[in-house]
């Protein structure tokens, strides 16, 4: 099935330092999602953006909405433990009495180095 | 009700046998999806349900997959001949309707398949 490019894969950070990943498509969406995954878990959702260029935070998280509709970020300030895990942007394409299955990106995955 | 329910959280079956798994979606949410995924991948979408009506199938799911909701509520999956490419997290997530502004999909902890 179609999967988003996000980049980069894998980040090995220091606690304290701020993280940018990114997810991009070739396909139009209306709405964009990130998840963090923790192994073993289901992806618990952090964001969720709805209008191109619309810029939200939850927390140290801050995600955008890019203007193409093909795009979104994910920025983390000051990292901690925590925040180790898989993040998964998902793109979904929302319309009335449709199907709001999301399509994911291949996931980049932080690792805090001690 | 604190969030969607899976169970089993995992699964060891040898090649060929049938496994069922089943999906308690968030209590208010009547849209449930299943997902599949692989280690190292995102999830990928299988299916989904508005109420008891399945309304898509992905061609990832092939003829030895069976899902079904019979009252709306609860959903189960089913494979039947299992085959090692079937070894995966499968998940479920629910959702509010469409139309109420809010259709963000919650996911359950998953099923850990394990096909020998």
């Known amino acids: 099935g179609q999967q988003l490019n996000q980049s980069p894969q894998s980040m090995f950070i220091q606690e304290g330092e701020d993280v940018s990943m990114n997810c991009t498509s070739s396909?139009?969406?209306?709405?964009w999602l990130w998840y963090k995954q923790d192994p073993g878990e289901g992806p618990v959702l952090l964001i969720a953006?709805?209008?191109?260029?619309e810029l939200t935070s939850n927390g140290r998280l801050t995600a955008q909405f890019g203007i193409t509709r093909k795009d979104s970020f994910l920025n983390i300030s000051a990292s901690i433990p925590s925040d180790v895990g898989i993040y998964f942007c998902?793109?979904?394409?929302?319309?009335?009495?449709?199907?709001?299955?999301?399509?994911f990106g291949t996931g980049t995955r932080l690792t805090i180095i001690p | 009700d604190t969030g969607v329910s899976q169970d089993p959280r995992h699964k060891i079956t040898k090649r060929g046998q049938n496994v069922t798994f089943r999906c308690d979606p968030i209590?208010?949410?009547?849209?449930l999806y299943w997902y599949r995924q692989t280690l190292g991948q995102g999830p990928e979408f299988l299916t989904y349900?508005?109420?008891?009506?399945?309304?898509?199938k992905s061609r990832l799911l092939s003829d030895r997959f069976s899902a079904e909701r019979p009252k709306g509520s609860f959903s189960t999956l089913e494979i039947q001949r299992t085959e090692q490419g079937d070894s995966a997290m499968y998940l479920c997530?629910?959702?509010?309707?469409?139309?109420?502004?809010?259709?963000?999909?919650?996911f359950g902890s998953g099923t850990q398949l394990s096909v020998l």
């Open positions: 997530a629910s959702s509010l309707p469409s139309g109420t502004g809010d259709e963000k999909l919650f």
């Open positions: 349900f508005q109420n008891e009506a399945q309304l898509e």
């Open positions: 953006l709805y209008k191109a260029g």
């Open positions: 396909s139009i969406f209306n709405t």
């Open positions: 209590s208010e949410h009547n849209r």
């Open positions: 998902a793109g979904q394409y929302r319309e009335f009495l449709g199907n709001e299955k999301l399509t």
